[in-house]
């Protein structure tokens, strides 16, 4: 070990004896630096992660080991120093291994220097360092095996220049044949063997978090076979061509093949084997939860995931394939037998794929692949199908992906979640498991669905729905031994039982605007009537047969219980405008609806919209959602006051302002709210101020500037600082609670201040859940147009006083009734002259109960002062700058329900899969005061790297490799004097 250490000594003493170390580690150094901070842009993505730093490192390494390795053996027998060390009492692999440690100490040297970045990130944001170790230790076993090869290479060559030209190209082969620039060429068995074999997409795997025995396998085996060739280049060095060593050089020979031999055997043998490995990241992303496989465990009925993947498919999908092979390989161990996991190529089984495109609606979809010369399409299957009895989920590579664009243009396809994704679905088949003809046969009267369409209006892509529809339930109706019944009707038809006003005061069933800006509208909606109970089904999907038919049988199955929980959701009814009525104008869509809100909550709960026009909350409801409370009778109030009483959860989100957009002008307008929910909330120790907060941390707003280029008018759309969409950052959550478990980031818009009376909740449990920056403020004017000219900072004038303000709270603990004391409004008789109070509050059909006055501890309450941030309109806005931060909102909101119904399993699995973290928010020159300082920080290191080097080399003794009895004791040996 001495003598493997008294070579690495002079290797490092040759490279810092001249300005050369310090050269090649500056440059890469500022490379990495560059690529980090301007060409990935890190402060402009916002997320506190380290991926920018490694993800030109497999490039960036590949020149700096071949500069390195260049002049190891080259140099030694270009000056005729080689000849000399291979007669040294050293056997030659201590040779080898000697410069090998040499090298890679650089190596570890320059990747320490970066350290810089990920410290910085960690100041910035909540970083996770699993990755960042993860990516240190591939940036290492990829040097390493690097430098290996580069060695081999030196030792063939007397030439500095051809070792490095020939290093680089061999290196940039072993990364490239994993790129999708060449597996896009290839199917996805040469491209899985293709990946298999380079050394970007091992990587890529370890960087993530995930340490895989086969990925730290294939490194050390390249790293063996390459110092092993090495040390067989020496030997060859040395060799006679005569008979006498034939059999020296036979056994030799023999011996280097068998090793390769073995470590590819090794390499292949190990290559199914995902199980072993170590989840580093801080929440075990990659790993099942103990959640998962309890509901594994627990399966009744055999389980099939099958996963459909053509093999032929997008560049960019291809290498998500064999991770999510090895997590449903999980899937199906942790299932003991109950999971049947199948892996299938449609193209390859014309059975299954028939199956799959009749049966569950799965059809290829068309990427397109854009290639040097042309652009090609190829249809390719990228779903998996979920089957438990007769229940099934779908889920294509919309659901299972998303996106991350770079600045340079290229594009990074990452699985989304795959185990929130695959659990959630394997909880509804599951909980869902039911026969449909034992559903119709339960129901308590027969179920009537009636299609209401406009067949004139509607857009040419829909053609073909109304008949596709009337096929799948004249099916249903013919299995049904008469419990279904089907009927189309159009509400522009006169003769038509249901017209447009019918349904929208009977069902709040508005039109869908054929586009954005246009003035018509069309139908297609489907209503299932069973017995008293009416639900609308809105189209979804492709509105194929399959999705039809899903659709259909989900709905009746919400007509029956014991399947999923039901959230029930109040939302204001938006009546036509009289004005535009009055002028012959075209009614436009409403300003505020929540259509959005709904599909996401009915992925994992059964949802159900409710009036409370009865004053009663049905009994099947788990959690009520209240969304924008306006308008409201006291009936309503006393139905959710009565299902809090009874220890029921109840979500309130709503200001004491109503945001609309004037039909003329288009300008948002702010009005005042009356008869919402602020009186009954304040007597629950709530109080929702009668104030917007403003806060300089805020979601921009998107303007539509046009501007003159060359003559001819151009739009283009800019961003806004608008202090009224507050923008509440990880700072501003409260820390551990479930509820914003790993959210990166929540906007309120138009929010109001949410302030819990103390004295009114005392011994309850209360929790702000989010609150502004110290830099907000509140204001009451309802003028919310900004003014840019007049107030350049922020377009509306800022407030003296500023400080935090609380936006949503959560309580548990026991409340005392708002009606407690008073008359029931179910019993007392609406004022007269009050036609809106006798239209809201009917008299009950049955005797009721009296009031219940108190609730039991059990009750949990959630107030968020805004319902705007549910809208879809705001939506909308937010995704023309930002595509999909809007759906922080809508997780926020599937967080509070799954935390009010106790179901914390999906939001655990969902907390974990949370893998963006939102950086904290900095000035331009803020952000240029931290790219100086690590600039600084890496100059200053080599600086003070070589002074000490250059004092460590005047101090140090003689060194000697081995004893020489000629030599005198003061006199130094060096090779390069030899």
């Given at each position: ?7 690495t ?9 001249s300005?050369?170390?310090?050269i ?8 990495t ?34 500069a ?42 320059s990747l ?6 990920p ?18 230790l591939?940036?290492l ?28 190209v ?6 490239l ?42 490194y050390?085996?390249l790293?063996?076979l390459?110092?092993a ?6 030997d060859?060095?040395?060799?006679s ?14 011996g ?15 290559y ?19 959640v ?23 560049p960019?999908?291809a290498?998500?394939v ?5 997590m ?5 161990v ?74 340079d ?32 046969a ?21 053609a ?30 006169p ?6 006003d019918?349904?929208?005061e009977?069902?709040n069933i508005?039109p ?7 003035d ?8 299932l ?8 089904i ?7 047969e ?36 009055q ?6 869509p409403?300003f ?21 026009v ?15 409370p306006?308008?409201?009778a ?6 959710i006051d009565?299902?809090l009483?009874?220890?029921g ?13 004037d ?31 403003l806060d300089p ?8 500037i ?6 001819f ?8 600082n ?16 479930p ?6 980031a ?5 929010v ?27 204001s ?10 007049q107030?350049?900072?922020?377009g ?36 007269e002259?009050d ?5 809201a ?26 319902g705007?941030?549910?809208?879809d ?29 106790e179901?914390?399993?999906?939001l ?24 100086f ?9 080599l ?19 081995s ?16």
């Amino acid at each position: 070990m001495k003598q493997i250490l008294a070579i690495t000594r002079k290797e490092l003493n040759s490279y810092f004896g001249s300005p050369m170390a310090l050269i090649f580690i500056g440059v890469f150094l500022a490379a990495t630096l560059f690529t980090f901070f301007w060409l990935d842009t890190f402060f402009a993505r916002g997320i506190a992660d380290v991926r920018p730093l490694f993800r030109w490192m497999p490039l960036l390494l590949i020149f700096l080991v071949a500069a390195l390795t260049m002049r190891q053996w080259s140099q030694e027998a270009q000056s005729g120093t080689l000849e000399v060390l291979l007669t040294l009492p050293i056997p030659y692999w201590k040779l080898v291994l000697g410069k090998f440690l040499a090298v890679l100490t650089l190596v570890a040297l320059s990747l320490l220097l970066t350290v810089s970045l990920p410290i910085t990130v960690s100041m910035l944001g909540n970083l996770d360092w699993g990755p960042v170790i993860g990516g240190y230790l591939a940036a290492l076993l990829m040097a390493s095996a690097y430098a290996a090869l580069g060695l081999f290479i030196s030792s063939r060559t007397r030439n500095e220049i051809v070792a490095l030209i020939l290093t680089v190209v061999a290196g940039g082969i072993l990364y490239l044949i994993g790129t999708r620039g060449v597996t896009e060429f290839t199917g996805e068995t040469v491209g899985n063997i293709l990946r298999a074999l380079a050394t970007g997409s091992r990587f890529e795997s370890i960087e993530r978090g995930v340490v895989d025995l086969r990925d730290l396998v294939y490194y050390l085996s390249l790293t063996v076979l390459f110092l092993a060739l090495n040390v067989f280049s020496l030997d060859t060095k040395r060799w006679s061509h005569g008979n006498r060593s034939l059999a020296y050089r036979r056994n030799a020979s023999l011996g280097i093949s068998l090793l390769a031999i073995n470590l590819v055997l090794l390499n292949v043998w190990l290559y199914p084997l995902s199980a072993i490995r170590a989840d580093i990241t801080q929440q075990r992303e990659y790993s099942l939860s103990p959640v998962t496989r309890d509901l594994l465990h627990n399966l009744q009925e055999p389980l099939l995931i099958r996963a459909y993947f053509s093999e032929r498919t997008h560049p960019l999908l291809a290498p998500l394939v064999p991770r999510i092979t090895d997590m449903l390989r999980e899937y199906e161990v942790a299932g003991g037998g109950q999971v049947n996991v199948e892996i299938v190529d449609p193209a390859q089984n014309p059975e299954l794929e028939a199956e799959a495109n009749q049966t569950y609606g799965i059809r290829p979809t068309p990427f397109q692949i854009a290639g040097r010369y042309e652009a090609s399409v190829v249809n390719a299957y990228f779903d998996i199908l979920i089957r438990y009895g007769d229940q099934n989920e779908v889920l294509n590579f919309s659901d299972l992906i998303e996106v991350e664009s770079f600045r340079d243009g290229q594009m990074e396809v990452k699985l989304r979640n795959l185990e929130y994704d695959l659990t959630r679905s394997i909880k509804r088949s599951v909980f869902g498991f039911q026969n449909l003809d034992s559903i119709l046969a339960s129901l308590s009267a027969p179920a009537k669905l009636t299609l209401v369409v406009t067949p004139d209006t509607l857009p040419a892509e829909l053609a073909e729905a109304p008949a596709t529809i009337q096929q799948v339930a004249e099916e249903v109706a013919a299995s049904s031994n008469g419990n279904f019944a089907f009927e189309q009707i159009n509400p522009d038809d006169p003769n038509a039982p249901l017209n447009r006003d019918a349904l929208l005061e009977g069902y709040n069933i508005q039109p869908f605007a054929a586009s954005l800006f246009a003035d018509s509208t069309y139908f297609l909606h489907m209503l299932l009537q069973v017995g008293d109970n009416t639900q609308v089904i809105y189209p979804s999907g492709d509105l194929s047969e399959a999705s039809v038919r899903q659709g259909i049988e989900q709905a009746l199955k919400r007509t029956s219980s014991g399947f999923l929980q039901v959230v029930g959701i109040w939302r204001p009814t938006i009546g036509p405008d009289p004005t535009m009525a009055q002028m012959g104008q075209t009614q436009q869509p409403p300003f505020s609806t929540w259509n959005t809100l709904f599909q996401q909550l009915s992925q994992d709960y059964e949802v159900r919209p409710l009036d409370l026009v009865d004053g009663q909350v049905p009994p099947d409801i788990d959690v009520l959602l209240v969304v924008a409370p306006q308008q409201m009778a006291d009936t309503q109030r006393y139905a959710i006051d009565q299902f809090l009483m009874r220890g029921g959860a109840v979500i309130v989100a709503g200001s004491n302002f109503r945001v609309t957009a004037d039909p003329f002008t288009g300008m948002l307008t702010l009005a005042p709210i009356a008869d919402g929910l602020k009186e009954m909330l304040g007597h629950y120790g709530v109080n929702v101020e009668d104030s917007l907060v403003l806060d300089p941390q805020n979601e921009p707003f998107p303007i539509a500037i046009t501007r003159d280029v060359g003559g001819f008018a151009m739009q283009e759309l800019q961003s806004l600082n608008y202090p009224y969409f507050v923008d509440v950052r990880t700072d501003g959550m409260a820390s551990g609670n479930p509820m914003i478990s790993n959210l990166p980031a929540v906007t309120l818009n138009w929010v109001s201040p949410v302030r819990v009376d103390e004295a009114a909740n005392s011994g309850h449990e209360v929790t702000t859940l989010l609150h502004s920056t110290a830099g907000a403020w509140t204001s009451s004017d309802t003028n919310i147009q900004p003014n840019p000219d007049q107030y350049p900072e922020f377009g509306f004038p800022p407030a003296e006083k500023r400080a935090e303000q609380p936006l949503a709270v959560s309580i548990i603990g026991s409340f005392d009734s708002f009606f407690a004391g008073k008359e029931s409004p179910l019993t007392a008789q609406p004022a007269e002259g009050d036609a809106a109070a006798q239209t809201a509050a009917p008299t009950p059909a049955a005797p009721t109960t009296g009031t219940i006055e108190k609730s039991p501890e059990t009750a949990r309450l959630v107030v968020i002062g805004s319902g705007d941030f549910l809208n879809d309109t705001v939506f909308t806005i937010s995704s023309q700058l930002a595509a999909d931060r809007y759906l922080n909102s809508l997780q926020f909101v599937q967080n509070a329900v799954d935390w009010a119904v106790e179901d914390l399993d999906l939001l655990t699995i969902r907390s974990r899969g949370s893998s963006s973290r939102v950086l904290e928010p900095l000035a331009p020159d803020e952000q240029s005061m931290w790219e100086f300082a690590n600039y600084g920080f890496a100059l200053v290191a080599l600086v003070i790297i070589g002074l000490w080097w250059a004092s460590r080399r005047r101090a140090e003794q003689p060194m000697n490799l081995s004893p020489n009895p000629f030599e005198k004791p003061d006199q130094e040996v060096s090779l390069e004097r030899l």
